[in-house]
């Protein structure tokens, strides 16, 4: 199971730490990943992290404010978001999978509940 968490209401131009943890063992073979879904529209892909090299990914939308990154041996995943903007809210969920192409496009077969960001301007 994928615990999200960290969301919360921010103004415009602050930080947030978002965090997924996750229960049981991960390999390193597994992928992670966010998504995000703003109201009224589809569910985006924002990120993903590799868990045995820790390479990271990024949509090009996100790229320069966000930053994922893990930690093994406390099986979290985060999401540094900072310079935040009104369109980034949105509820972001945490997910993963072994296969990487899953990850990215959507359909891994684990998802967290989603955590709430809210940006005021």
């Known amino acids: 199971q994928l615990q999200a968490s960290g969301g919360g209401l921010v103004q415009a131009g602050g930080s947030l730490r978002l965090s997924c943890a996750a229960s049981?063992?991960?390999?390193?073979?597994?992928?992670m990943g966010w998504f995000r879904q703003a109201p009224g529209k589809e569910r985006e892909y924002v990120a993903a992290i590799r868990w045995g090299s820790g390479r990271t990914y990024y949509a090009d939308s996100v790229k320069g404010r966000f930053t994922i990154s893990r930690n093994n041996a406390e099986n979290t995943m985060f999401l540094q978001i900072d310079s935040l903007k009104p369109e980034d809210t949105a509820i972001y969920y945490c997910?993963?999978?072994?296969?990487?192409?899953?990850?990215?496009?959507?359909?891994?077969?684990?998802w967290g509940q989603g955590t709430l960001v809210t940006v005021s301007s």
């Open positions: 997910t993963k999978d072994s296969d990487w192409g899953k990850v990215v496009t959507g359909q891994a077969g684990a």
């Open positions: 049981g063992r991960i390999y390193s073979s597994a992928v």
